[in-house]
Structure formats: C-alpha cells, structure tokens
C-alpha cells in the first residue's frame, strides 16, 4: 500500500508538472505542406516556413537565383531549396524578349506583360508561386523597365511615340549622373519621368502580384533617376507593397565620393545591391587572402537592412570579360565569400546558379544551371543566417581568415586551405561556451577573446548549436510518373520512428529507411497522397506529398533502344523549338534515364520542342557514338512520341497500358494507448496526450482512437494517467481492451 500511494503521488506530480512546462512554453509544432492540416488562422506558408526555419521575409533571408532556370525547373526544386534555408527565388525576366534561346535576349523586352518566353507560361508562373508559398518561399521576378529591344518595331503599341524615350543617345560619362538616368546603355533609353511611362509599369507590376509574386529585382536601376532629380517613377512603381532591390553596380553613378545623398534616396523605395563589396570578396578569397572590410555601403552610411551582396552575379559570370569577371573562379572561391556576405546581420544575401557554360553566347534562357546550392557549406550558412536574425554582428579579420560574430554563433572562412585555427572572437560577441561546426561536425571553443578549431575541408565553419528538428526525407517531392509503378525511399533525420499513409489507409511505422510502391495496377489519372510523420519522442512534423499516375501516350517522350547498342549512357540533343528555341539544353542535351516499365531510355520532351529534332550520343563529350552523324540534320518528332531502335529505326511509338490487377489492402492491428506508434505504451505517450490536451499537437484519426485508452470519446489527462498506470503496471488493461485491427 504504501508503494503503491508513493507511485500515485509521482504520477500526479509527473502529469501536474508536464502540463505546467507545456503551459509555460511555446513548443513549435510543423505541420503538413497539406493545408488540410492548418491550424485555424496560421498559413500554409507560415507553418512550412517555421518547419525549414525560413526567414518571414525576403531581407531577413537569403536569395537563390536560379538564373535562366524554366518555372517548372524551380517548382520541381522546390524541397531542396527550403532545405538548403533559401527564403526567397529569384527568376529572370517574366517579359517576352524580342528573341528566343541566348539568355541575354530576355533583357531586351518587347514590352510591360507577364508572355511567355523561354522560362515558361504566365499560368507556370502562377503555379510556381502559389507551390513556393506551400514551403514558406518568396518569389522576386527580374523587372527590365530602363529600356525595351532596341527595334522598336515590335515593341508594345502604346509605348511606340518618341515623346516616351529619351534622345541623349550614347556615349555616357559615366561620373556625369544627368547622363546616366538619360543615356543609352546599347538600346533607347525610357523616359522614367514621363507619368504614362510610370503608369504602365506600375500595371505591370500589379500584374506580377496578382500571380502571387513577392518581390521585384530592377535590372539598371541606377539608370532610372529619383524624385530629387524630378522624377516619380520609383515611388509609382514600388507602392503595391511588394519587396523591391535595385541594381545598382558600383552606386548611383561613377563617382568616389559625392554621390552618397543618391544612394540613400533609392534605400527609400528599395534595397541596393553593394557590387563593390562583391568584388573585394570575390577577389580576396580568389588571391588566398581574407578580405578587409566589412562591407562598402555600410561604411558610408546606407543602412544595413537596406543591401544585398553577394558572391558573384550572373554580370559576373555571363558577360565573359566585360565586368567583374568571377567565370575563372572556383565555386568553393565563390562559396567562401557568400558565406562572409550571408553571415551578416540585417543584410540579405544572393547566391547565383551557375550556368553550365562561361561562354555569353552559349549561355541559353530556359536551361537549369548548378544545383551546388544544397552543398552542405551553403546550406549550412543559411541556415545560420535564420537562425541568427535578430542578433548582432562583428566582423575582423584574424589569421588569414574572415570571421563573423554573433550572440550565439560565428561563421569563420579561412582565406585559403582548411585545417586549425585561432581567431579574435570579432567584437568579443560570441558567448563563450562550445560549439559544433555544422558543416564538418568539428568541436570549437570561444572564450570571451578567442575562438579556436578545426575548419573542414570547404574552408567554411559554421558553429553555433543549432536547433534539432525531427525530419521525414523522400525520394521524390510530389509529381507525375508514367511507369505502372513508383518506388519511394522514406527516411528519417533526428528522428527516432516515423510513419507513412497512402490515400487515408492504413498507417504505418517506420524507424531507419523504409521503401514503399504506388501505381502497380492501377488506372491511369490515379491519384496517391502520401502523409508522413517524423517524431523524436518529444516533437512530431508531418508533410504530405502528392503523385499522380499518367499515361505515357499522354507525353510526348522519346525513347532509345540500347539492347543492340550497348551504349554506356545515352545523352539526347534536342533542337529547332517551335517558339523558336535553339535547344533544350546546351549540347549534347540530356542524359535519358531508363523506363522501368519498358526497359528502354526515355526523356519527356521538353514544352515547345513538339516538332523538334533530336541527335542522339553515348556520352557527355559526344566524342564516341552519335546518330545522325556529324553535319547530319536530326531525326523529326513531328509532334508524337518516337522510338529509337536496331538498325536506326525512327518510328511513333505507344507504350502498352498495364492491366490492373485485384488487390486487397491487408488489416493492420494497433495498441491501444501507443499514440506514437513504437508498439510500447510508455511515458512518451502520455507526454504526447498531454500536448494534445494543450493544444501543441493534433492526433490523425488512428491517434485519436488508440489514445482513448478509457473509451469515455474524449482526449484528456484522464487518459494519459491510465497510460502512466498501465505502463507502471498499476493496471493490466484498459476499459476498452489492449489492440484493435483496422482493415
């Protein structure tokens, strides 16, 4: 008796003191990218920008800019960009440039309207920005809005009248700044200050927000004068509460000094880029060396939430020679001085999408670049840079190494190499204490002078003790599949179990890695929705993912027979657009991955490409086999899918509809009482009880019934004390048994 009262006064006192922890804390719960499971008032957008820990806004994150990327390029990309901590995308112009295929053409508009062009259609536009909102993502769009195409001929109508362009001509002085908002910089400059001009722009701008676009970049701001110089274009142009940065390389114009009044009047409509201070990164970390300064804008007085840097732009890469000049660069170069300008405070950050090729003229609109963004060093220093908004910052130079400082953390960069190092803990603002390099998973330790360890490989450490969140991984984020089956690989990060449901049945648990199948049998136009849960014994997150099954007849696919060629890889050149296009991607085009279903490699064609043609070579360097031959026109898809097969036979080809086969969907038994599913019935479920009862966390419909341990239709402290009994063996069942089976 006296045991058994002793154990009654812990589990009282457990329970009371569980539920005072939860009352006084705020423990954060992420829900599913599936608005089915919002909470009331809190968005889609907020939860799964609180589940990456993405910043709320554009400035108080990081930027990537998938230069030349299609729309659906970046939607696909999506996951990984919130996971590598990007807050906001940035594409390139969403105009119709006055030709198809070098990326440059894109910059010279026909006029102000959301056309399609080599990214993409206005209704991809929209779905990429309403499937970005879902992971917590800004989207900025490219604005060209100085000039259009310099053949006026067909840009838009109403716009045509000489009075709407400025007559200076070229041949700027560049430190002449009257010359530099009314000269040509290669096509006719716009007349900014005439108010239809305005007028039109700011139209289209309205445009953009209506399809859900966050934020403008101005290409050539500097070439737009401000209201001090008797024009009003920016304040018509940024009034629609959208975020807004300028280009503006070196500063308003060519001046050293003197022109610093001008840069703060753009800060009143816009962030501004600090190129300069892109260069010295760039630079000194290219020499070896850790750069100087702390930054070039900042130090002449322009505030700090009002710029953006970067490592290298796509100027920097694109214009061979013509300025900057970053393509003769390593990436870890580049990496290094994105991680000094992304640790800052306040000051937002860009991070570029390399092309795949250096040459401008090769460099194609509408061709995914690099996707060394989820590098785990980029990664990690955006993270850092969310996880630290709020704090200030310190920057020195210590040993040959760039060291930013925060209250809670600090990125240091060496300027060359990897290895041992010790550095001033910049303004003494790092607490002292020990710290783990999120990137090698190296120790450092920071007194109130010093900061000491072991930098990895990258050359990059980012230490700070970052918040651990359970975290459910799949292979593939949402989409269409045209084979009769999809395999997934489920995983688990700081996760001890998971569990997976397919279209509202059965949920399973999982711990480790688990692969599942979709489709096998079924019709197609089916419909899978995959709901996953991660829990670490405290916290559970929980996403969704939607797949749909096609019929391959309904994409036009090319598809290559190599069962009589042997080929060690098929690569597929695709060519002569229906909109004009040049190719798909830079030569030799794609690597075609293998159908399952037909055991031949395939590649859906690409969207404008219907009545194209194709060259096929074995690998990337097209320098072994090839069909047709060299100055060879290439094969006609006139408009169907083709195959490609012994003795270069060309023909229309249908893949064969699978039948679906009779399945029955085995029953599954669960305990009564294990609501995280372990198959133990313990503490942690009790906890889990509780937090359901305080409003942390939501049970799905298996949960709910499993947590009714007292069969009374209701969740409550009740039923977490009957669980805290049983699992001490205070009682040996439950009112309403110990398992039940759902079919």
């Not at 101005?218 to 304040?235: G, N, Q, V, Y």
């Not at 640790?343 to 860009?350: D, H, N, Y």
């Not at 060259?615 to 060879?632: G, S």
């Not at 893949?655 to 009779?662: L, Y």
Request: aromatic share 10%.
């Amino acid at each position: 008796m006296i045991k058994n009262k002793t154990i009654k006064k812990k589990l009282v006192s457990f329970i009371l003191s569980v539920c005072m922890v939860l009352t006084a804390t705020s423990i954060p719960v992420v829900s599913a990218i599936s608005t089915k499971t919002e909470k009331a008032g809190v968005s889609a957008e907020t939860t799964s920008a609180n589940r990456y820990g993405l910043a709320s806004n554009i400035q108080e994150g990081t930027i990537l800019h998938c230069f030349n990327w299609k729309y659906n390029d970046i939607k696909a990309e999506l996951k990984n960009i919130a996971d590598a901590g990007f807050s906001a995308i940035q594409t390139s112009p969403a105009q119709k440039g006055i030709a198809s295929g070098i990326w440059y053409w894109l910059y010279q508009p026909l006029g102000f309207s959301v056309q399609t062009n080599d990214l993409g259609t206005k209704e991809d536009l929209k779905s990429l920005c309403d499937e970005a909102h879902k992971y917590g993502i800004k989207v900025i769009v490219d604005v060209v809005a100085n000039h259009l195409a310099g053949d006026h001929s067909n840009i838009q109508n109403d716009l045509k009248d000489r009075k709407y362009w400025h007559t200076f001509g070229g041949g700027i002085d560049w430190k002449n700044r009257w010359q530099v908002t009314h000269g040509e910089i290669g096509m006719p400059d716009i007349n900014s200050e005439d108010s239809y001009v305005q007028q039109v722009v700011a139209k289209y701008i309205d445009e953009l927000k209506s399809l859900g676009v966050d934020g403008c970049r101005w290409d050539a701001a500097k070439h737009i004068a401000l209201p001090s110089e008797e024009c009003d274009f920016w304040p018509t142009v940024t009034k629609q509460g959208l975020y807004h940065y300028g280009e503006i390389l070196t500063g308003p114009d060519d001046r050293s000094t003197g022109n610093e009044g001008l840069m703060k009047e753009y800060t009143d409509y816009m962030t501004v880029t600090d190129s300069n201070y892109g260069k010295e990164l760039r630079d000194s970390f290219n020499s070896g060396k850790a750069p100087e300064s702390g930054g070039n804008w900042v130090a002449k007085g322009i505030s700090a939430d009002k710029l953006i840097y970067w490592g290298e732009s796509h100027d920097t890469w694109s214009n061979n020679q013509d300025y900057g000049y970053s393509n003769d660069m390593s990436q870890n170069v580049i990496d290094r001085a994105y991680a000094v300008a992304a640790s800052r405070s306040q000051i937002t950050a860009l991070y570029f999408s390399r092309p795949s090729s250096k040459v401008k003229t090769d460099i194609k609109a509408g061709v995914k670049g690099s996707t060394h963004f989820t590098s785990n060093e980029v990664a990690e220093v955006n993270r850092f840079h969310n996880a630290m908004i709020g704090q200030k910052d310190s920057y020195a130079m210590s040993n040959n190494c760039s060291v930013v400082t925060r209250e809670q953390g600090a990125v240091i960069v060496k300027g060359s190499g990897s290895g041992s190092v010790t550095v001033e803990n910049a303004g003494n603002l790092t607490k002292p204490g020990t710290y783990t390099d999120q990137v090698s998973g190296n120790k450092f330790t920071v007194t109130s002078n010093e900061i000491k360890g072991e930098i990895g490989s990258s050359g990059i450490a980012v230490i700070y003790n970052a918040k651990v969140i359970p975290r459910n991984t799949i292979s593939q984020t949402g989409g269409t599949f045209k084979t009769d089956s999809l395999s997934l690989d489920l995983g688990l990060k700081n996760a001890t179990s998971g569990t997976y449901q397919i279209n509202g049945g059965t949920i399973e648990t999982y711990t480790g890695t688990k692969t599942i199948s979709i489709g096998a049998g079924d019709d197609f136009g089916t419909q899978y929705t995959i709901d996953l849960t991660a829990t670490d014994g405290n916290e559970t997150t929980s996403e969704s993912y939607t797949f749909t099954k096609i019929d391959p007849n309904s994409v036009q696919t090319i598809y290559f027979d190599n069962s009589s060629y042997n080929w060690s890889s098929v690569y597929v050149y695709i060519y002569g657009g229906d909109n004009g296009s040049a190719s798909s991607a830079a030569w030799p085009g794609t690597k075609m991955t293998k159908d399952s279903s037909t055991g031949y490699y395939s590649l859906v064609v690409p969207e404008g490409f219907k009545n194209g043609k194709v060259i096929f070579t074995e690998d990337e360097n097209a320098t072994t086999n090839r069909y047709p031959a060299d100055m060879e026109p290439g094969l006609s898809l006139n408009g169907a899918s083709m195959l490609f097969s012994a003795n270069n036979s060309w023909k229309e080809y249908k893949p064969v509809k699978p039948t679906k086969p009779t399945t029955t969907k085995p029953s599954v038994t669960y305990l009564y009482g294990d609501v995280n599913f372990d198959k133990t019935i313990d503490v942690k479920d009790a906890v889990l009880i509780v937090k359901v009862v305080a409003g942390k966390v939501s049970f799905n419909d298996i949960q709910t019934k499993s947590a009714d341990v007292n069969g009374d239709g209701e969740i409550n402290v009740k039923d977490a004390t009957l669980i805290q009994k049983y699992s001490v063996k205070m009682v040996s069942s439950f009112p309403v048994g110990l398992s039940f089976t759902v079919n």
